[in-house]
């Protein structure tokens, strides 16, 4: 096919890789399915050498689907969800857990164990918090690396590099220990505006041996996303990927980060002139959601992450939103209705998927906006793993009211929709509240591609929603950076406005709908409250107990 650049994309369930021209489009996919491990204690955990493994199978696959050959293949590039993996001195796999199964040696970004670590450093308000939205997440990795140096002494002293997941793909891929200023700014508290980390802080919050040998295990060459790494593909990484050695590999992103980069540059057809990144929002939407804006100046926005310099467009600040259940809580609620069973039976009959068949159910032949109405008795606040933005409450739990015994499993979807909006424009509001602008929300992620969920979205925001033209929006993020690296494009934003584009738009908002949401959303405010008030009632009940 001639020129190629290849994206891979590890989420929380597979790997996927995605072979691309230089103009950004799409060849071929292929994903791989990955392990994962849950115990009680909010542990979540994957193996770095299976994540590796389905990388290769993908990586494999696409190419064999597109006919490409290796000398083809001009630059790749990695995103993966900002996961922990920690490794021992010959690059071995360290157990992270009571298991002391060293193969499960990647504390997944979900984990939830160092919710304890992450309020004591808040208690602490160290000034590097400022940088993370004023409260850091148990999500984040400085409360995690806390946990392990108090639970897991042992592999704690033993480990010899702790890497954000994305970090370690290009370490297994080129054998360099460079980090990407994108992971270790936005989930390691590295200051990159200073080009440092503070010392002040590991020593104040209980990790004075990372600071004590200068950050070795952490990261001390750092690169902007984009930047060729090493000498690109070893050998042992060329053969088991089917490339050639010396394949150029970039400087990786998060996941989200990634879909960021294939979104908010992305050119409207007919449009002329430089893209306007600063009105724009990248939604991307997956097991999580990830909410993100791009400043010229930094942005303190309560309760948002950031703002980072450099973590996604090189020289422009970056503040991150986020919800922790996003596709998951969505699927949670409806394959708890005793109906789903029946649900799927009458998908696969179809060939849809089951949430597609509960859409074309909820929208009927009336106008799409509209099938919003489904649930005006339902309301849900779907914050079954907390509130990551912009109340920073990862203690909040899912409210359901209104449900019924007869509740059809297709307004229990629609309800799931509204409250996910509703979660989004609490975001956006505090971004506005601190002077971003916001204008257009470009969306991607699985459930971007559905029309129902950018309706509801552009009629509870007001914002215009915009979808990518491309359907693989993260993994051509992450070809970007690929194209980048191997001298396609001379630049990151170059590379952006060459290869990405805007395919859709969403239609207008009429004004009885605003009215609706207007209403629902009070009701989901109030549901936070009611979720407030009944966790600390029965803290004093427990209290009296204990």
Known sequence: MGTAVIGIDVGTGSARAGVFDETGTLVATAKHPIRMWREAGDIVEQSSNDIWAA???????????????????????????????????????????????????????????ALQEAREINAKKHAVLDYVGGIISPEMQTPKLLWLSRHMPETFAAAAYFFDLADFLTWRATGATTRSSCTITCKWT???????????????????????EGHARIGTEIASPGTPIGGGLDARAAQ??????????????????????ATVGARIEGETGDVDVFGRLAYIMGTSACIMATTREPKFVPGVWGPYYSAM??????????????????????QSHR?????????????????????????????????????????????????????????????VAGLDLDTEPERVFVAALCGLAYGLADVVDAMRAQGIACDTLVMSGGASRSDLVRQIIADVTGLKVALPQTAEPVLLGAAVLGAVAGGLHPTLPRAMEAMTRIGRLSAPTPPKLQAFHRAKREVYARMRRLDLDARALMAQGLEAVD
């Open 55 to 113: 990388c290769c199978a993908s990586v494999r696959a696409a190419m064999a689907e597109a006919g490409v050959a290796p000398e083809d293949v001009k630059g790749i590039g990695f995103d993966a969800t900002c996961s922990m993996a920690v490794l021992g001195r010959e690059g071995e796999p360290l157990a992270v857990s009571a298991s002391g199964d060293a193969e499960r040696n990647v504390i997944v970004w979900m984990d939830h164990r």
């Open 190 to 212: 590295y200051l990159a505006h200073e080009s440092r980390w503070d010392d002040d802080y590991f020593r104040g919050i209980g990790l004075e041996a990372l600071a004590g």
């Open 240 to 261: 088991e990927l089917g490339l050639r050695e010396g394949t150029p590999v970039a400087a990786s992103l998060i996941d989200a980060h990634a879909g960021g980069v």
């Open 313 to 334: 467009v090189p020289d422009l600040w970056l503040n991150e939103g986020g919800q922790s259940a996003a596709g998951v809580g969505i699927d949670h609620l409806v």
């Open 339 to 399: 109906r789903y069973p029946q649900v799927v039976a009458e998908a696969e009959a179809a060939g849809v998927d089951p949430l597609e068949l509960l859409e074309r159910r909820a929208v009927g032949s009336g106008a799409l906006g509209e099938a919003a109405l489904l649930a005006r008795g339902l309301h849900v606040l779907p914050e079954f793993m907390g509130n990551r933005s912009p109340h920073a409450d990862p203690g909040a739990r899912a409210v």
